[in-house]
C-alpha cells in the first residue's frame, strides 16, 4: 500500500489505520465469543454462555464506538470547524459509552441469566484485546506525524 495519498483529496491516512481496527477488532470478537462460550457453557452452561456473548458484544460495541466516532470525525478534515466538530464527536462518543456502560451495569447487576464472572472475564478480555488490536495496527500502519491533508493557498501567503 502506498502512503501518498491522491492530491485534493482530504482525508486523513488514518482513517485506513481506523478501518483496520474496526475488522481485526471484529476478529477478536469472534475469538473472545468462542472461548468466551465454551469456558463459559463449561463453568456455567447455558447462563455461562449468554454472559460470555453478552460481555463480548459490550466490548465490540464500546471498541467500535471509538474507533467510528473518529472515522465520523474525520469527515470533517480540511474543513472550517475540523477541530471543534473532531472534538466534539469523539467526546460525544465517550461520553456514549460511558452513559451506555453505567445503564448497562446498574440493568445486568442481580440477573439470575447472567453469571457475573463469566460476564467480567469477557468483558476484560475484550478490553485488554482491543488494546492489542491498537497497538498492532497501529504500530504496523505507515502514517506520516506530520499533517497529510493539503494547504489552502491562502495559508501561504502568512
Known amino acids: 500500500m502506498s502512503a501518498v495519498q491522491p492530491a485534493g483529496s482530504l482525508q486523513p491516512q488514518s482513517n485506513r489505520v481506523f478501518r ?3 475488522v481485526y477488532g471484529g476478529y477478536l470478537a469472534g475469538g473472545i ?4 462460550m465454551i469456558a463459559g457453557g463449561l463453568a456455567a452452561g447455558g447462563i455461562g454462555v ?4 453478552i460481555g463480548t458484544g459490550m466490548s465490540v460495541v464500546f471498541m467500535g464506538i471509538t ?3 473518529i472515522l465520523i470525525a474525520n469527515r470533517f478534515a480540511g474543513t472550517a470547524a475540523a477541530i471543534g466538530a473532531f472534538f466534539g464527536i469523539v467526546l460525544g ?10 445503564v448497562l451495569v446498574v440493568l445486568l447487576k442481580g440477573q439470575p441469566w447472567v453469571q457475573p464472572v463469566v460476564l467480567f472475564l469477557s468483558i476484560i478480555a ?3 484485546g482491543s488494546l492489542i488490536v ?10 506520516p506525524y506530520v499533517s497529510d491533508l493539503s494547504r489552502s ?3 501561504d501567503k502568512r
Not at 462518543?93 to 453505567?102: A, D, I, Q, S, T
Request: aromatic share 8%.
Open 67 to 69: 474507533a467510528g466516532s
Open 50 to 53: 449468554l454472559s460470555a456473548l
Open 33 to 36: 465469543a468462542v472461548v468466551g
Open 20 to 22: 483496520s481496527i474496526l
Open 126 to 128: 475484550g478490553v485488554i
Open 93 to 102: 462518543g465517550w461520553l456514549l459509552k460511558f452513559v451506555v456502560f453505567l
Open 134 to 143: 491498537d497497538v498492532v495496527v497501529i504500530r504496523k500502519s505507515r502514517v
Open 153 to 155: 493557498p491562502d495559508s
